[in-house]
């Protein structure tokens, strides 16, 4: 199973510091969130580490940061140049705001080796096209080389019933690159560990193992996170 922690704003922790510790956890995988910052942000010592990280076998991807995707902007360019020097596995980006035209934009620039993938929000709602998640995912998966990156908290914060809708998106011939981990109480999306809320995570992953999927199952939040991780090896 592929396993990733993710950078986080919050936990006053140095990104070198956040990538150590996945190492010590022996993740071979680590989600990079431009969470209200930009490659422009990272340091040349970052940027060194990054690189030898890289080159140890560490394999990165991408969480774009939370603005608005309906016109293509010039600010993508930095982030379109970071992917191109790092390859990431995948490239997330939220499905809320997200135009045809940014997509093109994107699928344009990237390196094809990336997964190009697209997230569930709350509300469940693009605002260009009035459309839901499925049937936004749906329409541009027949159009475009993209994929998901299912959230199961926001899946169910969304009142969904995650095992439903996890088979919808796999009937739909919609791939899931990335998994984004977390916990809650069905009514917030408190970002916890697993099994600190009330999903059902464990049936997921059984109806997981009975797809062909090899997914990156990134755990998205800082504090407990070994919990998550623990929970995750357990499915093996
Ligand atoms: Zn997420």
Known sequence: MKIAFQTSKYNNTSLIEEIKTAKKNRLDY????FDTWSPED???CEKKYITTCKKEGMIF???L???DYSKVDENFKSYIE????IIPYSVTIHFNTLSYSTIEYFLASINSKVFFSIENTIPDKNFLYESDYLTFMKEVSSKYNVYSTFDIGHCVVNKYDLIQYFNSIIDSDIRISTFHIHDNDG???MHKALGEGTI???KLFNEYKKTN???LFIIEHWTNNCMSLQALRNEK
Request: proline share 4%; hydrophobic share 40%; no cysteine.
């Open 213 to 215: 999927l090899d997914s």
């Open 42 to 44: 990272l340091t040349d």
């Open 65 to 67: 940061p939370i603005i």
């Open 200 to 202: 059902s995570y464990k």
């Open 61 to 63: 991807s991408i969480h």
């Open 30 to 33: 680590f989600d990079i969130f």
């Open 82 to 85: 970071f992917i191109n020097e």
């Open 187 to 189: 009514i917030q999306d």
